[in-house]
């Protein structure tokens, strides 16, 4: 079994900051691509940004400059530092990621169980 589990989501006012935690665990033997998905009520869930087993990122180009996706190897943790946040960046923050389990030669995409991010003042 591998369990995805997202931290660090509340409500901030426009300007502020958050920082987003997601750790795997369980029974993992390698973590390829992770990344960060939202979902805002009756919209379809989007890509904010994911990082590559090397270390190579991607994001959104409208959380370009404020977004930053980082990860730690040891901790199998993927992080999302949200700055300068605004009201359309409201939603359900998803962590996913490739993981391939001891028991099965395959990589298996994994989804956390969300975290709620709200920006209003």
């Known amino acids: 079994q591998v369990q995805l589990v997202e931290s660090g989501g509340g409500l901030v006012q426009p300007g502020g900051s958050l920082r987003l935690s997601c750790v795997a665990s369980?029974?993992?033997?390698?973590?390829?691509?992770m990344g960060w998905y939202r979902q805002a009520p009756g919209k379809e869930r989007e890509l904010v940004a994911t990082i590559s087993s090397g270390g190579v990122t991607q994001s959104l180009e409208s959380v370009k400059g404020r977004f930053t996706i980082s990860k730690d190897n040891a901790k199998n943790t993927v992080y999302l530092q949200m700055n300068n946040l605004k009201p359309e960046d409201t939603a359900v923050y998803y962590c996913?990621?490739?993981?391939?389990?001891?028991?099965?030669?395959?990589?298996?995409?994994?989804w956390g169980q969300g975290t709620q991010v709200t920006v209003s003042s």
């Open positions: 996913n990621a490739y993981i391939r389990p001891y028991y099965s030669g395959t990589y298996y995409p994994h």
């Open positions: 369980g029974s993992i033997a390698s973590i390829n691509a």
